[in-house]
T-cell receptor, first 113, second 109 residues
Framework: DGGITQSPKYLFRKEGQNVTLSCEQN?????MYWYRQDPGQGLRLIYY???????QKGDIAEGYSVSREKKESFPLTVTSAQKNPTAFYLC????????????FGPGTRLTVT | KNEVEQSPQNLTAQEGEFITINCSYS?????LHWLQQHPGGGIVSLFM???GKKKHGRLIATINIQEKHSSLHITASHPRDSAVYIC???????????FGQGTILTVHP
């Protein structure tokens, strides 16, 4: 079965700790994306990667970092510099960066206290 | 003003009712997505449109490019249709999806 996996589904951390969210895809897609979802707001783009070893900041990149060392993996680190890290995080991928259709993972709900 | 606006934000219906969710956007687009998000959080794509109308089962999506408006209709609604429905547009500058805030639909038996 091809798809996108995100783990864990729920994650709890203490304030001041960095935390890394996993995103893996076996769709052989070139492009991958990280979004953040807050109640009552649309999804917002954090970072995206068009190809291995390359990534760009999205609209709300401050306090986050990513890496793309392998085509199938695009982990997101929420650093202690992110002022409001509690949110639902969604990973997505598309066949090519210019392809309109994105496929979404199941999401990770991060709670920082 | 958001680039993508959905209405209504919340919608409650009785089973069997015809439902319409609207999406208006203010930017030039190459395509529009309708997405469904269930309580668990995962998102699935329902439709991708660049013109006209698409139908899948009880769901119908239409788009009017000149008016910058799209609608999602659900005929004979069912409690399992309860979810958040999200409109998202691909701007003419590549690759970026802009999302509406979502419409929370609850269908009662």
């Amino acid at each position: 079965d091809g798809g996108i996996t995100q783990s864990p589904k729920y994650l709890f951390r203490k304030e001041g700790q960095n935390v890394t969210l996993s995103c893996e895809q076996n769709l052989n897609h070139d492009a991958m994306y990280w979004y953040r979802q807050d109640p009552g707001q649309g999804l917002r783009l954090i970072y995206y990667s068009q190809i291995v070893n390359d990534f760009q900041k999205g609209d709300i990149a401050e306090g986050y970092s990513v890496s793309r060392e392998k085509k199938e993996s695009f982990p997101l680190t929420v650093t202690s510099a992110q002022k409001n890290p509690t949110a639902f995080y969604l990973c997505a991928s598309s066949i090519r960066p210019t392809t309109n259709e994105q496929y979404f993972g199941p999401g990770t709900r991060l709670t920082v206290t | 003003k958001n680039e993508v606006e959905q209405s209504p934000q919340n919608l409650t219906a009785q089973e069997g009712e015809f439902i319409t969710i609207n999406c208006s956007y203010s930017v030039g687009i190459s395509a529009l997505h309708w997405l469904q998000q269930h309580p668990g959080g995962g998102i699935v794509s329902l439709f991708m449109l660049s013109s006209g109308k698409k139908k899948h089962g009880r769901l119908i999506a239409t788009i009017n490019i000149q008016e910058k408006h799209s609608s999602l209709h659900i005929t004979a609604s069912h409690p399992r249709d309860s979810a958040v429905y999200i409109c998202a547009v691909y701007g003419t500058s590549y690759g970026k999806l802009t999302f509406g805030q979502g419409t929370i639909l609850t269908v009662h038996p």
